[in-house]
């Protein structure tokens, strides 16, 4: 089964076992969606039923069946939280998750490759892919810089005119 992050525990909240919680996804109300979300660990994977989830100022405040204090949450503290691959919505062509990028190669204009995207940054003004060559470097996902996108095919054409 592949797992999918869909945010990470910052803190522990309250009295009750409510924890802070950071919803990576731009689309907040995608989270009330998911019936059940998963904390990865060594001994085995812990299911958590979301009861009641608040949303305020950039952060979801959330509470789980079973888990009423803040002792009993507190080993989420700094975990992401993760959904099964086939819980996601299903998207249009042409769409893809974020995380699906994640490993592609990124190719120049002529096909040569100049690495693998490492991570996604989330600046104010748009996203970045932060790729891992013989050096680092970093590509901005706007019009001009990202000629293609095939999750597919694996790759990733970017025009590097604009980055020397």
Request: charged share 30%; aromatic share 12%; glycine share 12%.
């Amino acid at each position: 089964m592949k797992w999918v992050p869909v945010g990470r525990v910052v803190s522990v909240h309250g009295i009750r076992g409510e924890v802070k919680f950071y919803y990576y996804n731009e689309v907040k109300e995608e989270l009330l969606r998911y019936t059940s979300l998963f904390a990865l660990q060594d001994d085995g994977d812990v299911e958590l039923e979301p009861l009641e989830a608040k949303y305020r100022k950039n952060f979801y405040y959330l509470s789980f069946r079973g888990f009423g204090s803040p002792q009993e949450v507190s080993f989420l503290v700094g975990k992401e939280l993760f959904v099964r691959e086939g819980d996601l919505p299903l998207l249009e062509d042409g769409e893809y998750y974020e995380y699906q990028l994640i490993g592609l190669d990124v190719l120049d204009m002529e096909g040569v490759v100049l690495g693998k995207v490492r991570s996604i940054l989330h600046s104010g003004a748009n996203d970045v892919l932060v790729v891992a060559g013989e050096k680092e470097f970093m590509v901005p996902m706007v019009e001009g810089f990202i000629v293609e996108v095939d999750v597919r095919g694996g790759a990733i054409r970017v025009d590097t005119g604009g980055l020397d």
